[in-house]
């Protein structure tokens, strides 16, 4: 019961992009830590569709391949019945906490702590705190694009900061949301150290002997930012000066700040860690731009399409549901008449469910005062509807890279493996022999 493990969901960073940065001079001695006691590579799925975050963390949480596990889109893991090394590791008799694992359900007895990502309808554990950064995280994220917050989300976060970070980080963190303002990539960088704060105080509390902590703002950073990056030398891949200036380096501030994290990690004694990204990024080959519906709900209304709820998703994704299969049909072959300018689908994929629908905004050029989206009875202004998100400067790969401390390293999978095997060093480490 001694047994400690802290596990670092570290979505998506490319550690060969690190390495460059520290062969440039840059200063990152924690990242330069792992490296130089060893890092193995993982790998994902095959095909460019199904390399996906919401695909290979449930293939971490499982032990299970794409093909196995069947979880395609980002929140369905509510309908899976695959078990997941959170609740294996509870019922050996290991207590355990986790905060925003990515597609991941809580389905254990009692944790010490759970808090789902914003984007899973799972239930986060029952205590007072969890519950009010769960709503606010979501609420949050979900309206990332639009930068808004509403009055509630302030308040939980402000009592979460108050309740769960040491004052001693008070100063430093007031700071840095201050030198967020009007810089979208420092607010996601805020909201990660908010989070790793709020895990480290719940890890000392709680003291479980397996903890999850799932961080995002580096893959949504190299998705938004990767051409102002010092090590992309291509002089086509720049993002217009209307969208960032060349002066700065988002890429390498958000090495920064994981590299602080990781160095205060490195120090914990008695406790073993693993880090993964699961998947990583490189550049994007073009421009492509990316929006979100500012009102899903008046979108599809205005459209005169029927609908039970819609839910919104991450980024372009939203869930439609219907009251019955044929109403869904209906509105699939509606929305798939939707054009832009006449010319172009507004939604190139659409997933019909029976009586849901998943939808992704797939328009990839700029929107503009001049761009319409109509159908056959409906003209209106495309621009009204949505909100810019960002512009696509990084792409999903294969490869992923992974740590183990030295005393889980035994049991850390050959280099090259399929991503699921770091499931088996967990349950490996605890003993822990499972028949699926």
Same mark, same amino acid.
């Given at each position: 019961?001694? #047994?400690?493990?802290?596990?670092?969901?570290?979505?998506?960073?490319?550690?060969?992009?690190?390495?460059?940065?520290? #062969?440039?001079?840059?200063?990152?001695?924690?990242?330069?830590?792992?490296?130089?006691?060893?890092?193995?590579?993982?790998?994902? *799925?095959?095909?460019?569709?199904?390399? *996906?975050?919401? =695909? %290979?963390?449930?293939?971490?949480?499982?032990?299970?391949?794409?093909?196995?596990?069947? !979880?395609?889109?980002?929140?369905?893991? !509510?309908?899976?019945?695959? /078990?997941?090394?959170?609740? #294996?590791?509870?019922?050996?008799?290991?207590?355990?906490?986790? =905060?925003? $694992?990515?597609?991941?359900? +809580? #389905?254990?007895?009692? $944790?010490?702590?759970?808090?789902?990502? $914003?984007?899973?309808?799972? $239930?986060?554990?029952?205590?007072?705190?969890?519950?009010?950064?769960?709503?606010?995280i979501s609420q949050s994220v979900n309206d990332n694009s639009q930068s808004k917050l509403t009055l509630k989300t302030i308040v939980n976060l402000v009592l979460a900061f108050v309740a769960l970070v040491k004052p001693a980080r008070f100063i430093p963190m007031f700071k840095f949301a201050i030198r967020s303002i009007g810089k979208p990539w420092r607010k996601a960088l805020f909201l990660d150290m908010l989070l790793y704060e709020i895990h480290k105080t719940l890890h000392k509390r709680k003291n479980p002997n397996f903890s999850i902590l799932f961080l995002n703002a580096g893959a949504h950073i190299q998705h938004h930012y990767f051409f102002n990056s010092i090590v992309i030398d291509s002089p086509e891949l720049k993002n217009p000066p209307w969208y960032i200036k060349n002066t700065y380096d988002p890429i390498f501030e958000m090495l920064k700040v994981y590299d602080e994290m990781l160095l205060?990690?490195?120090?914990?004694?008695?406790?073993?860690?693993?880090?993964?990204?699961?998947?990583? %990024?490189?550049?994007?080959?073009?421009?492509?731009?990316?929006?979100?519906?500012?009102?899903?709900?008046?979108?599809?209304?205005?459209?005169?399409?029927?609908?039970? @709820?819609?839910?919104?998703?991450?980024?372009?994704?939203?869930?439609?549901?219907?009251?019955? *299969?044929?109403?869904?049909?209906?509105?699939?072959?509606?929305?798939? /008449?939707?054009?832009?300018? @006449? &010319?172009?689908?507004?939604?190139? *994929?659409?997933?019909?469910?029976?009586?849901?629908?998943?939808?992704?905004?797939?328009?990839?050029?700029?929107?503009?005062?001049?761009?319409?989206?109509?159908?056959? &009875?409906?003209?209106?202004?495309? %621009?009204?509807?949505?909100?810019? !998100?960002?512009?696509?400067?990084?792409?999903? %790969?294969? &490869?992923?890279?992974?740590?183990?401390? @030295?005393?889980?390293?035994?049991?850390?999978?050959?280099?090259? +493996?399929?991503?699921?095997?770091?499931? +088996?060093?967990?349950?490996?480490?605890?003993?822990?022999? !499972?028949?699926?």
């Amino acid at each position: 019961m001694k #047994k400690k493990l802290i596990f670092i969901e570290l979505n998506e960073i490319n550690f060969d992009v690190v390495s460059s940065y520290i #062969k440039r001079g840059k200063k990152l001695p924690g990242f330069n830590k792992l490296i130089s006691n060893g890092i193995i590579t993982t790998n994902a *799925e095959d095909e460019y569709k199904n390399i *996906e975050p919401w =695909i %290979q963390w449930p293939s971490v949480h499982t032990g299970k391949t794409f093909k196995e596990h069947k !979880v395609f889109r980002l929140g369905d893991f !509510v309908n899976s019945s695959e /078990n997941q090394f959170f609740e #294996k590791v509870e019922d050996a008799g290991f207590s355990v906490g986790a =905060i925003s $694992p990515m597609n991941a359900t +809580n #389905k254990m007895h009692n $944790p010490a702590y759970f808090i789902p990502d $914003p984007w899973t309808k799972t $239930p986060c554990d029952r205590s007072f705190f969890s519950k009010s950064i769960s709503n606010a995280i979501s609420q949050s994220v979900n309206d990332n694009s639009q930068s808004k917050l509403t009055l509630k989300t302030i308040v939980n976060l402000v009592l979460a900061f108050v309740a769960l970070v040491k004052p001693a980080r008070f100063i430093p963190m007031f700071k840095f949301a201050i030198r967020s303002i009007g810089k979208p990539w420092r607010k996601a960088l805020f909201l990660d150290m908010l989070l790793y704060e709020i895990h480290k105080t719940l890890h000392k509390r709680k003291n479980p002997n397996f903890s999850i902590l799932f961080l995002n703002a580096g893959a949504h950073i190299q998705h938004h930012y990767f051409f102002n990056s010092i090590v992309i030398d291509s002089p086509e891949l720049k993002n217009p000066p209307w969208y960032i200036k060349n002066t700065y380096d988002p890429i390498f501030e958000m090495l920064k700040v994981y590299d602080e994290m990781l160095l205060d990690l490195l120090r914990l004694s008695g406790t073993e860690i693993i880090i993964a990204t699961g998947l990583s %990024q490189k550049p994007f080959s073009h421009l492509k731009f990316y929006y979100r519906f500012k009102n899903h709900s008046l979108f599809l209304k205005e459209f005169g399409i029927k609908f039970a @709820n819609v839910t919104p998703r991450m980024t372009r994704d939203f869930l439609i549901s219907f009251t019955s *299969e044929e109403e869904a049909l209906l509105a699939e072959q509606q929305l798939s /008449n939707i054009l832009v300018d @006449n &010319k172009v689908k507004l939604f190139a *994929e659409i997933d019909n469910r029976g009586k849901e629908i998943f939808v992704v905004l797939t328009y990839p050029f700029e929107i503009t005062s001049n761009t319409i989206v109509s159908d056959s &009875k409906k003209t209106v202004s495309l %621009q009204d509807l949505v909100t810019f !998100v960002a512009i696509k400067n990084g792409e999903h %790969q294969s &490869k992923g890279f992974a740590y183990f401390s @030295n005393g889980i390293s035994s049991f850390a999978p050959p280099s090259g +493996n399929h991503v699921s095997m770091i499931h +088996n060093s967990v349950l490996d480490f605890f003993k822990i022999r !499972v028949n699926d």
